[in-house]
């Protein structure tokens, strides 16, 4: 059922209490709702998208540019993403000794049947395709239609289901069907309180009542927080437990190590003879899915130069030389569903051909040949201390600090796109490419935007030295307490992170299934 948070019972008990209903606690939500066991799902908006002032930020570090995508509504950020799927690589696991603070407590093989599941779930029919020769043999396009120098590099396959899965949707829809299911509305999480009879634990959770301004208490076995990788740590560090320095935040790894993935065009080539190249421009493999590839640097090759697994794409333009103004409209209106333009950037879209047609052919798989190309990078921001997410001295509706949200990337960042403007000029080669940028030209540190993917802040780890939850996703030192969201993530690799969170999500529930 849908409940509004005012209609509870000043203090409501429940077996399993989730905190955020987005691609995480949905997901976990409807994986658990077909158990003997009561599961509330908090959710600070209701069925309908709206703003909500007790759930804010305050950004003090780099801008993010492309802003933080919120959709207070039940679904979360999935109302408003396009649903491009991929996952890791085996190298994102790893520890790597020239990133810092890299390395995962699980392996890529413990996620594969998840991202299986994963996959089926967003609507991807065929996760073989994600390896390169299969796509190639079962749709009949090739990698080398592009004639790049392929010693150095490797493709990368995405997946993008059409129409994105209605995550609100199946919820609204699991609330009818399972009475053990609730979904409560117009509840913002506040605080995680404990018993003083029971350190160990968490016993229950203030909500605030939007509609009230009156909070409640929610008892429950087990509580899971999925509010995503800005306002997870917000809520932790608002709780007593979680207090820099205190025993279950002791080396302060709370809201530490913000990474987004800093994207935008690096440079544009010029292809000497027009060029058709479908499986790097959106092609519509099935009926209901698009793939597209990526281009990263082979494993020996980020050893060798000490890089992060970056990615790029190689997008069609229909004009020389880059408008940094018309592409920031673009990744906006690329990037959210719902994004509002004003009038006047409304007609600079219609008054930029190369930015519509641009659009035409991501939206509509367009069968176009290549005279210029972007080569688009979404890299992987190295983790830093000096990134993270703190609580601001403004408070929300409640009296509660918000989020001051200081995002920033690193020296390492900064030389590693050096290092791969490097490489990128040995790929596209003289005989079929010229570029339309000298080096002195290309300013990344400026042209660089958030790709609005937010992780980090409370990563995985073997133990609390170095995050904030291990394997299973449960907090250190309590018996009762998970996160599932991006910020779990210890390092952010070059891909959207749903496909990844879902996974996860479908390995927790059946760990709490086992648990019974």
């Given at each position: 059922m849908l409940v509004e948070c005012r209609n509870l019972d000043d203090e409501t008990w429940t077996d399993i209490c989730i905190i955020g209903s987005g691609l995480g606690g949905g997901t976990l939500a409807l994986q658990l709702a077909n158990t003997d066991s009561r599961i509330f799902l908090i959710e600070a908006g209701n069925s309908i998208r709206s703003s909500c002032s007790a759930v804010q930020h305050r950004s003090v570090g780099r801008a993010f540019k492309l802003n933080p995508t919120r959709a207070i509504e039940v679904g979360g950020t999935s109302n408003l993403w396009h649903g491009v799927l991929a996952p890791l690589d085996e190298i994102d696991f790893q520890y790597r000794e020239w990133i810092p603070h890299s390395g995962w407590p699980i392996k890529l093989s413990d996620l594969k049947p998840w991202y299986d599941k994963a996959g089926m779930f967003l609507g991807i029919k065929s996760s073989h395709l994600f390896d390169v020769d299969i796509l190639e043999k079962e749709l009949g396009i090739s990698r080398y239609d592009l004639p790049i120098v392929r010693d150095v590099i490797d493709n990368k396959v995405f997946q993008q289901p059409q129409p994105v899965t209605d995550l609100k949707s199946k919820l609204m829809w699991a609330s009818k069907k399972?009475?053990?299911?609730?979904?409560?509305?117009?509840?913002?999480?506040?605080?995680?309180?404990?018993?003083?009879?029971?350190?160990?634990?968490?016993?229950?959770?203030?909500?605030?009542?939007?509609?009230?301004?009156?909070?409640?208490?929610?008892?429950?076995?087990?509580?899971?927080?999925?509010?995503?990788?800005?306002?997870?740590?917000?809520?932790?560090?608002?709780?007593?437990?979680?207090?820099?320095?205190?025993?279950?935040?002791?080396?302060?790894?709370?809201?530490?190590?913000?990474?987004?993935?800093?994207?935008?065009?690096?440079?544009?080539?010029?292809?000497?003879?027009?060029?058709?190249?479908?499986?790097?421009?959106?092609?519509?493999?099935?009926?209901?899915?698009?793939?597209?590839?990526?281009?990263?640097?082979?494993?020996?090759?980020?050893?060798?130069?000490?890089?992060?697994?970056?990615?790029?794409?190689?997008?069609?333009?229909?004009?020389?030389?880059?408008?940094?103004?018309?592409?920031?409209?673009?990744?906006?209106?690329?990037?959210?569903?719902?994004?509002?333009?004003?009038?006047?950037?409304?007609?600079?879209?219609?008054?930029?051909?190369?930015?519509?047609?641009?659009?035409?052919?991501?939206?509509?798989?367009?069968?176009?040949?290549y005279r210029f190309a972007d080569l688009f990078f979404v890299t992987e921001q190295v983790p830093s201390r000096d990134s993270y997410v703190s609580l601001s001295h403004e408070k929300d509706d409640f009296g509660y600090p918000i989020a001051s949200v200081n995002w920033n990337v690193s020296d390492i960042d900064l030389v590693s796109m050096e290092k791969s403007l490097g490489y990128v000029r040995q790929i596209f080669s003289d005989r079929y490419f010229e570029f339309v940028h000298e080096d002195k030209d290309i300013d990344w540190k400026n042209s660089f935007t958030s790709a609005a993917h937010h992780v980090g802040t409370l990563r995985m780890a073997k133990g609390p030295e170095d995050g904030v939850v291990d394997k299973n996703l449960k907090v250190f030192g309590l018996d009762n307490l998970y996160v599932c969201d991006g910020s779990v993530f210890p390092t952010s690799g070059n891909v959207n992170s749903g496909l990844t969170i879902v996974a996860l999500a479908f390995r927790l529930a059946r760990y709490l299934r086992g648990l019974k």
């Open positions: 399972y009475s053990n299911f609730t979904i409560v509305s117009n509840a913002v999480a506040l605080e995680l309180k404990s018993s003083s009879a029971i350190r160990d634990r968490i016993d229950n959770l203030e909500v605030g009542c939007l509609s009230t301004r009156i909070t409640k208490k929610i008892r429950a076995n087990i509580f899971i927080v999925c509010a995503g990788a800005l306002e997870s740590p917000r809520l932790l560090l608002n709780s007593c437990k979680f207090k820099p320095g205190s025993k279950y935040n002791k080396y302060n790894n709370i809201g530490a190590f913000l990474m987004d993935h800093p994207m935008g065009n690096l440079v544009q080539v010029k292809f000497r003879r027009p060029t058709v190249a479908r499986m790097y421009s959106d092609f519509k493999g099935e009926s209901s899915v698009k793939v597209k590839s990526g281009i990263v640097f082979r494993d020996s090759i980020q050893r060798l130069e000490r890089l992060p697994n970056h990615n790029f794409y190689v997008r069609p333009s229909f004009k020389e030389g880059i408008n940094n103004e018309t592409e920031t409209l673009k990744l906006y209106l690329l990037t959210l569903k719902r994004g509002k333009l004003s009038l006047s950037k409304i007609l600079k879209v219609i008054f930029s051909i190369n930015l519509v047609l641009q659009i035409l052919v991501y939206k509509l798989s367009l069968r176009v040949k």
